[in-house]
């Protein structure tokens, strides 16, 4: 399983930093490491072309030759609902598109971390979900959870719904997002408690991200994740 996604259980959740930090880990572990984010909604001319901030923190990361356009095929520059933004451009997001770039970017990689915009089940189109489209091709999921009122409900919900498609959840990750929440560490013992895949850290609220890493443990992913594709062989 070369290719992990990660969603979360809304906009502003930390996905990016999730996934940031999870393209570290792996590239820490010796792996050729490609980003993919499929769909961006707000970005700004740059150079003559659109480019999107979270697109290009993960292109940053990355230890691969891989192209902008490669990495974030589709970008918008009013930063609204995917196919809300697309319908407004008069462009179609095409899966296929999508599909083809992801496959090219795992076979130059071990590993590719694909990011996902807003929740788990935000459109792509009128007709397919972002959900939709990561259970046609079978890829395991991280789920950040932004911690704020109604977190557990929205963390729920998601994580049948993953279930339901038949994705695996290969673990969660806390993400403080509102440095005044009441009860936050009883919130996250109790999603703890509920969500059946493993709580790889807590990240509290942050002045500054150097030290984020350190809350974070991906060793909890499962083993046949954490070994790259050349180590099974």
Known sequence: MKTIFVTGTDTGVGKTLVSRLLIDHFVALGEKVSPMKPVASGAEVHDGKLVNDDAQILLSASNTDC????????????????????????????????????????????????????????PLTREVSFADWVSENNWPVVLVVGLRLGCINHARLTELDIYAKKNKLLGWVANTIDPD??????????????????????????????????????????????RPDHQNK
């Open 181 to 226: 929440l009441a009860y936050a560490n009883e919130i996250v013992n109790d999603l703890a408690d509920m969500i059946d895949a493993p709580l790889l850290g807590v990240i509290p609220w942050l002045q500054e991200l150097d030290s984020v890493q350190t809350y974070l443990d991906f060793t909890r992913l499962p083993d046949q994740i954490t």
């Open 67 to 122: 192209s902008y356009e490669m990495v974030n095929p589709y970008v918008f520059e009013a930063p609204i609902a995917p196919h809300v933004a697309a319908e407004k451009d008069r462009v179609t997001i095409d899966t296929h598109v999508l599909n083809q770039n992801a496959k090219t970017l795992a076979e130059s990689a071990d590993r590719v971390i694909i990011e996902g915009a807003g929740g788990w089940q935000v």
